[in-house]
C-alpha cells in the first residue's frame, strides 16, 4: 500500500507540471524533438507559396494542372528516462532532496512527451538495474512511473552508469530519446555513454545541491558519503577550505561538461534551490536552433 503523503506528493507534481505543461513546454518538447521522419499524406492542387520542389508531376501531367504531394510528420517518439536512485540523491539542504527534484522533472518530460503522443519508459538503476517499465503512452502510465520514482526502495546504494547504459542499449532496439538523469558521482560511463549516444538520442540532466558546490561557515561539522558510508570531519569556518572545495567542485562540473561535448551530448545542469524551467527551456531552444 502506497503512503497517502506518497500519494498526496504525486498528485501535487501531476497538478503542476501539467500544468506548465500546457502553458509552456509543450509546444517546445514537440519544437524541439522531431519525429522519426515524413509519410506522404495526399495530393492536393498547388497553391501559391507552395514549394515546387513537392509538385507532383505525374498528377500535373494527367490533369493539366499542378498538383503537389503533402506530407505529415511520423510524430511517434519513444522517451526513456533513465533514472539514477543511488544513495546521494538522497540528500537535500533546501526546499527538496536530489531525487524529489528529479521525479518532479521526469513528469514534467513524461506529461510533454505523451502531449504530443510519444511514448515513455523508464529504466531505475543504482549500481545494478532496479526497475525497467518498458514505454507505453497515456496519463496512467505517466502517473504510474512518477510513483516508481518518488517511491521505489533501490536494493543498491552506490552507482554504475556505464552498467545502466549497457542494459538499456540491450532491452531498448527502437531509436530514443533519453533523459539520464543523475548526480554523476560515478566513474567509467563515457564509453558507454558514446556507444549508446551512437544510436539514441541522449540528453546528460546532472541534478546538484548546493552543498556540493559551496559552504557557508558553519563552523566543525560531520560529513557522510551516502555511498560509502565514509565519514569525514571539516571546518567550514575555513576560508581555505571553502575556497578549495567550491573550486574543485567547479572542476568537476567543467570536466563533465567537457567530456558530454567531445562525445556530442547534450548537456542540463539542474540545482535543487534554483527552478529547473529556466534551464529547460534554454537547452529546448538551444536544441531547436542548432536542428
Request: include cysteine; aromatic fraction near 10%; hydrophobic fraction near 40%.
Amino acid at each position: 500500500m502506497i503512503p497517502k503523503e506518497v500519494l498526496k506528493k504525486i498528485r501535487r507534481i501531476e497538478i503542476r507540471t501539467k500544468k506548465l505543461v500546457n502553458d509552456l513546454f509543450s509546444g517546445e518538447y514537440h519544437s524541439t524533438f522531431k519525429g522519426q521522419g515524413m509519410e506522404f499524406e495526399e495530393v492536393r492542387q498547388y497553391e501559391p507559396g507552395d514549394d515546387i520542389r513537392l509538385i507532383d508531376w505525374n498528377v500535373t501531367a494527367r490533369t493539366g494542372y499542378p498538383h503537389i504531394k503533402k506530407f505529415k510528420e511520423e510524430r511517434e517518439l519513444s522517451v526513456v528516462l533513465l533514472v539514477d536512485a543511488s544513495s546521494s540523491g538522497q540528500f537535500g539542504t533546501r526546499k527538496q532532496f536530489k531525487s524529489e527534484t528529479a521525479a518532479e522533472l521526469c513528469a514534467l518530460l513524461a506529461f510533454s512527451a505523451i502531449k504530443n503522443n510519444d511514448k515513455v519508459g523508464l529504466i531505475i538503476f543504482t549500481d545494478s538495474i532496479e526497475k525497467f517499465v518498458p514505454p507505453q503512452k497515456g496519463r496512467g502510465h505517466v502517473l504510474r512511473l512518477i510513483r516508481e520514482i518518488l517511491y521505489f526502495r533501490p536494493q543498491g546504494v552506490q552507482t554504475d552508469i556505464g552498467g545502466a547504459l549497457e542494459y538499456f542499449t540491450k532491452v531498448i532496439k527502437r531509436k530514443s530519446v533519453v533523459f539520464l538523469v543523475s548526480d554523476f558521482l560515478s566513474e567509467g560511463f563515457y564509453k558507454p555513454l558514446q556507444i549508446a549516444n551512437k544510436k539514441h538520442d541522449i540528453i546528460a540532466v546532472k541534478i546538484t545541491d548546493p552543498r556540493e558546490t559551496s559552504f557557508e561557515n558553519v563552523g566543525l561539522i560531520e560529513l557522510e558519503d551516502a555511498e560509502t558510508g565514509e565519514v569525514i570531519m571539516v571546518d567550514t569556518a575555513s576560508r581555505t577550505f571553502r575556497r578549495e572545495f567550491a573550486a574543485r567542485a567547479q572542476e568537476d562540473t567543467s570536466a563533465l561538461e567537457k567530456g558530454f561535448k567531445l562525445i556530442n551530448l547534450d548537456f542540463i545542469n539542474i540545482h535543487t534551490d534554483q527552478s529547473y524551467i529556466v534551464p529547460l527551456i534554454n537547452f529546448f531552444k538551444k536544441r531547436e536552433r542548432r536542428h
